[in-house]
């Protein structure tokens, strides 16, 4: 079964610093790829996707991410954090671009100091 | 385009009380709905998969009886919390997309509170 693992349930970084968030999957058969982002009492709202056709995939707001199959991961970036960037991060797993089910990290909560 | 909207965004009811939720596509037919719940700190755990014209298919764990859904058209989706009891208190979030292929849509979510 496929699964996704995001490390570390709660980053704190200063406004203007690297946002690094992590995020590794579990399956013999790459799967496509997403982050989502959830802001308090809101629904989610897509990142970016990794669908196989570059490694390096850049998403809305100035996030990407980089896919690396050798390590397994889809860790998330952004060079400066922006206040506006606090919210909860979901990764997510799914066989097929259509996202046909999607299988959930346990989410990040990142935090802006200012 | 492909918004989705959830109503209503939060309810407070009593226990044994029945509720509908409702998600629709705005702006976009969508052959397939999808509804997850979310507890407090947690991740999206689905629910159950909805395609417009035939029966959900249930997620391992899920009561269907407890849970009904309806997708009688290919703008709405219906979920019914039957009975509820406190525990059912959560936070539900449906999602759209247009057919296979396609990319799911969020709404914006309806948080249950069970009194």
């Known amino acids: 079964a496929q699964s996704v693992t995001q490390l570390g349930s709660h980053v704190s970084v200063s406004e203007g610093a690297l946002v690094l968030l992590r995020c590794n999957y579990s399956s013999s058969v790459p799967p496509y790829l997403f982050w989502y982002v959830q802001y308090p009492n809101q629904g989610l709202q897509l990142l970016l996707k990794?669908?196989?056709?570059?490694?390096l995939v850049k998403g809305i707001n100035g996030f990407e991410a980089e896919f690396k199959k050798s390590e397994t991961s889809f860790h998330l970036t952004k060079p400066s954090a922006h206040m506006s960037d606090a919210a909860e991060y979901f990764c997510?797993?799914?066989?097929?671009?259509?996202?046909?089910?999607?299988?959930f990290g346990q989410g990040t909560r990142l935090t802006i100091n200012p | 385009g492909a918004v989705v909207s959830q109503h209503p965004s939060r309810v407070i009811c009593k226990s044994g009380t029945s509720v509908k939720i409702e998600c629709r596509s705005l702006d976009f037919q969508a052959t397939t709905m999808f509804w997850y719940r979310q507890f407090p700190k947690q991740s999206l755990m689905l629910m159950a998969t909805s395609n417009e014209g035939s029966k959900a298919t249930y997620e391992q764990g899920v009561e269907k009886d407890k849970f009904l859904i309806n997708h009688a058209s290919l703008t709405l989706s219906t979920l019914t919390v039957t009975s509820a009891h406190p525990e059912d208190s959560s936070f539900y979030i449906c999602?759209?997309?247009?057919?296979?292929?396609?990319?799911?849509?969020f709404g914006d979510g309806t948080r249950l509170s069970i009194l």
């Open positions: 990794y669908t196989s056709a570059a490694t």
């Open positions: 997510a797993a799914a066989k097929g671009q259509g996202a046909q089910k999607l299988v």
């Open positions: 999602s759209a997309r247009r057919g296979s292929n396609q990319p799911q849509h």
